[in-house]
């Protein structure tokens, strides 16, 4: 399998620390529901290379490695995973701070009019007049609700940020990549 570019994996979590002796790793899911985490069978591991000289590094140049997943459970909040090689305490610590990604095909299927939020990074939103709003850029969960970053995609500047709830949200046409929301631009 080839390695594939960052821009092409999607970022579940992050690992936390070691657990116990065996080298299980304990990490810390981007989502309440790690769906995606538990039923992967290989997970690409992308560790940061550390700053050279005082010049930090892009993330185009951290490594990518490819771990088969031999057990992933939950367990306090957290996802304890064995992965193959990874034996002792030792080699689970190495890989503390690595971001945990898998492709978008690992997701499970969605059902009905249900969608992940990654699938919505991109789309183009307008309200119910009709006028555009930007393009969602990202979306944060505060822990009352989603929290969507609507922009230019180009430059990544934010412009606005609109709850996510249902009162604001009035439908989601993802085959166009089009968010309907009830939003004025000079809110």
Known sequence: MSTPSLSELIEIGVVQDAQGLQGQIKVRP???DPVALLSSKAIWLSLIPRRQEGVATSLEQASLTLYKVKQAK??????LVTLDGVTDRDEAEALKGARILVGRDVFPKTEGDSYYWVDLIGCETINLQGEKLGEVIDIADNGAHGIISIG???TKT?????PFVKEVLQSVDLPNKL???????DW
């Open 158 to 162: 934010v412009k606005q940020l609109v």
């Open 30 to 32: 981007h989502s309440s």
């Open 152 to 154: 230019d995609a180009q």
């Open 179 to 185: 968010i309907t929301l009830d939003w004025q631009p």
């Open 74 to 79: 939950m367990h306090s909040g957290t996802v």
